[in-house]
Every structure is written in C-alpha cells, then in structure tokens.
C-alpha cells in the first residue's frame, strides 16, 4: 500500500525540481537541442495576401536569420523596427514564420509596421515552432548554408545584439573556407555555448 503513496510522491518531487532548476536559468542559458542540427521539415503556407509561404528546402545555400514572431507579441514590436533595418540595409535575408497568430491580425502588423520577410510562413497550429524548440516570442535563429542551426537569440533583438552576436557569427559563416575554427562572442551573447564551433558547423553531411 505504501507504494500507492511513495510514486505520486517522487513525481512531485520531480517536477517541482525541475521547476526549480528552470527558474533559476537565464534566457540565454536556455539549452537548444536544435544547435549544430538541421532545420526540422516543414513546409508551411504564405500570410494572408502573401505570395509565397516557407520551408526547410528553403533555407539551404545562403546564410539567413529565421525570425518568430506574432501581432501579439509586445516584445516582437520593440525589434520590428531592426528587422526592417536589416531587410533594407540587404544585411542578411531574413525569413519570417507568424506564430500562432490570427491571418487577418498578422497581416494588419505587417501591413502597419512594415514587412521585412523575403518569405514567411503562417504557423497557426504552432507545430514547427514546437518542432523549432520555440518556447517564447520572439526567437531568432541564423540558418547556415547547409540548413542547420548555428545559433539561437531568445527575445528582442537590440542593436547591440546585432553588431556583437548576430553579424560575427554571419560574417564568419559568410568568408569561412575552414581557415579559422571558432569565434569567440561576448558572454551576454544569448547561446547555449558561448564558443561558436565553425568548423563542426561547416563540415560535410554525412
């Protein structure tokens, strides 16, 4: 009978520690399972009055910034104004997957404050957010050319974000022929690892 009482007890006692170790995680030290791994499949329709949507076939050959975001996302409007920078700037291709979010809502955002998405994709269901690892708006990630993810920014990108994690990371991508292995980034640079591995990035798929 004992038994009946100690199992619901040791779940508890797990999740309320796992609960614990996650509070006391910043943003940046999140884990992603998804870094040094290729983009999940997917293929996922255009925004309302787009015309074209976004998949994973679409991500290979170029380096890109793959953003999240949604007309109800606060945080996602406070770096609106960046994205649009980098899209007119020609900085990096940015593709955008709407998370979420109502047709009609997204596409009045859009509309309003201007599109920076070379593509985008409507996410309704959340699934490739889910598939992603996404688990807030906004998420940012740069794609390399082999379609996987070499690096993932959690919330509003800022211009220091832009000019001390993002753009090295691109621009080490962009010139790289295995000459250099690795790029040292700031510690506020929002990454799993702090030591950006080029060369594990860049080698052949098996």
Not at 7 to 23: M, N, R, Y
Not at 54 to 77: K, M, P
Not at 151 to 156: D, L, N, P, V
Request: glycine share 8%; proline share 7%; net charge neutral.
């Amino acid at each position: 009978m004992r038994f009946k009482f100690i199992i619901p007890l040791l779940l508890f006692t797990g999740v309320v520690t796992a609960l614990g170790v996650g509070l006391t995680l910043k943003p940046g030290d999140l884990p992603s399972m998804m870094i040094n791994k290729e983009v999940p499949e997917f293929d996922l329709p255009p925004l309302l009055d787009r015309e074209r949507g976004l998949a994973s076939s679409d991500l290979a050959g170029e380096v890109r910034l793959v953003n999240f975001f949604a007309s109800w996302c606060i945080a996602c409007r406070a770096e609106h104004p960046l994205l649009n920078r980098i899209n007119k700037q020609g900085i990096v291709p940015v593709y955008g997957i709407n998370y979420k979010d109502k047709p009609e809502d997204a596409k009045a955002w859009l509309d309003r404050l201007g599109d920076p998405y070379s593509r985008s994709g409507a996410d309704v269901p959340g699934r490739v957010g889910i598939d992603w690892g996404v688990y807030g708006l906004p998420e940012t990630f740069i794609v390399d050319r082999e379609s996987r993810i070499v690096y993932r920014h959690i919330g509003a990108i800022s211009a220091a974000d832009l000019d001390d994690c993002i753009l090295p990371v691109i621009e080490t991508l962009r010139a790289s022929a295995l000459a250099a292995t690795s790029i040292s980034l700031p510690s506020f640079c929002q990454r799993t690892n702090r030591q950006f591995d080029l060369k594990s990035n860049l080698q052949t798929k098996s």
